[in-house]
C-alpha cells in the first residue's frame, strides 16, 4: 500500500509505526493508495482524516493511524510519546473548567479553548483569541490573543500544542 502524508501529518504517521510513506502538501499530487490528512483537508484519493489540535486529538489520530497500518499500539504505548510535553500530559486525560469568557475565530482554536476549559462566548468575552492568519479581519481591539497557526510553528503536534497552550495557559 502506498501510504501519502502531508507535513503537518508525518509524525502522527510515523508514531503509529508507518515507515514506508511519501510527504506531499497535495496528496493527490501522487499516485497512492491512502493519504492520511488533516481533518479539514480535501482529497480525491482515500483517506484518513485526523485532527491534531488537542492532546487527545493526538492521541486519538495515533490510534487510528496505527489501526489502519495493522500495528495497533496500545494506549499505554501512545502515553508514553507525551512524556517530555508537559503540556500535553496535563491535557491528555484531564477536564478543566476555568470561569473565563473568550470570543474565538476559527474551529482549531475552539477545540484548543474548549479543552483549557475556557467558555467560548460571543459576548461579554475578556479576551479575543485568534489564529495569526486572521489578524487583520479581528474586529475587536483590547485584550488580543494572537496564536500560530500552520505556517510559523513546528510541524511537530506536540510542540505545536506546548506552544499554543503556553500562550493560553498565561491568560489564567
Known sequence: MKII???MCEE?????GISDYIINKHPDDE??????VLSESKVEMDSIAVKINTPKQVFESIKKVSKIAGNEIDDEKISSFFKD???CLKYL???FKRDINVKVYSQFLKDIVSDIGFNIVSD???YVIYPDYLKNTVVESDNLVEIP???EISKNPFEKIELRYGILENLI
Open 5 to 7: 502524508t502531508t507535513p
Open 12 to 16: 502522527i504517521v510515523k508514531l503509529a
Open 124 to 126: 461579554d468575552f475578556k
Open 93 to 95: 486525560n484531564s477536564h
Open 31 to 36: 499516485n497512492g493508495d491512502l493519504a492520511i
Open 85 to 87: 510535553y508537559p503540556l
Open 149 to 151: 497557526s500552520h505556517n
